[in-house]
């Protein structure tokens, strides 16, 4: 049974056709009537429930849980954790710690169904809402908590990515250009194509960087931001790694990717 006709009306047209006609699905009013014959015939309407739920509810309680438990108000910071949120259900965020301990959603949602089809005749959809879903709405607290530990450390990413973007223009150029290997470790090469040697001490830019209130271990990232090429040619073979990314939102249409191909009979080279 459901509260209004619409809402029955609206679930009814969600259910395939194929388990309305195995199943005998009537229509009547606000209620639906069920005729499972099987045990697939119950797991099959659990899953329907279980998307439903999902489909018309989760992104509703997912902002409800960002605004009323953890407090973020901001529409513009709400939208950025519900989009991490997405992207941890999407198998995107499969990296992020604390990510092993989850259980699947919607696994969750089926064991609150379990009993409750086969053990009822009559039950409500609101029933289902109220009194089923604990352990599922704890489950998305968690998801959100997850996203919102992500979104902070991306906030202070970006703020980092801000600040070596200021030393970048701030700083007169040591080359007009600097080409890069990305090999172990990476090789650098000045504009006349000579290996920069010592490279961590140029410029005694480390204790520089305090003044920037920047705290790093050197890399790849600061040694160019030392020297402040006007260009910066990379020949790599995963432009998509974390490293070559950051050092693209870092040095933006400064840098160049070129990456290796191989040709039959002609060895390797790079394209860009």
Request: glycine share 2%; proline share 3%; hydrophobic share 40%.
């Amino acid at each position: 049974m459901f509260d209004t006709q619409q809402e029955a009306a609206d679930f009814y047209r969600r259910l395939p056709a194929s388990f309305r006609q195995v199943t005998g699905v009537l229509l009547i009013n606000s209620r639906l009537a069920v005729f499972p014959e099987k045990a697939a015939d119950y797991k099959e309407f659990a899953q329907l429930i279980t998307r439903y739920i999902i489909e018309k509810h989760e992104k509703d309680w997912i902002m409800d849980i960002i605004e009323k438990h953890y407090y973020f108000t901001e529409a513009e910071e709400q939208v950025a954790i519900l989009n991490i949120v997405s992207a941890i259900f999407a198998g995107e965020k499969n990296d992020l710690p604390q990510m092993e301990t989850l259980k699947d959603r919607r696994e969750t949602i089926m064991e609150s169904l379990e009993g409750i089809l086969q053990e009822h005749n009559t039950f409500t959809f609101q029933s289902i809402i109220r009194f089923r879903l604990t352990a599922y709405k704890e489950a998305l607290r968690q998801y959100v908590e997850i996203a919102i530990d992500e979104y902070k450390l991306e906030q202070e990413y970006q703020v980092f990515i801000d600040k070596l973007r200021r030393i970048i223009r701030a700083y007169k150029p040591l080359c007009e250009k600097i080409e890069v290997y990305d090999e172990h470790p990476f090789k650098l090469y000045d504009d006349h194509h000579r290996l920069i040697r010592n490279v961590q001490s140029v410029r005694s830019f480390y204790p520089l960087l305090k003044q920037w209130g920047i705290e790093a271990e050197p890399s790849i990232v600061l040694t160019l931001i030392a020297l402040a090429p006007k260009q910066v040619i990379i020949y790599t073979d995963r432009p998509e790694h974390g490293m070559m990314k950051t050092l693209h939102r870092v040095f933006e249409d400064r840098v160049c990717f070129v990456t290796r191909t191989l040709h039959i009979g002609n060895g390797s080279g790079y394209t860009q």
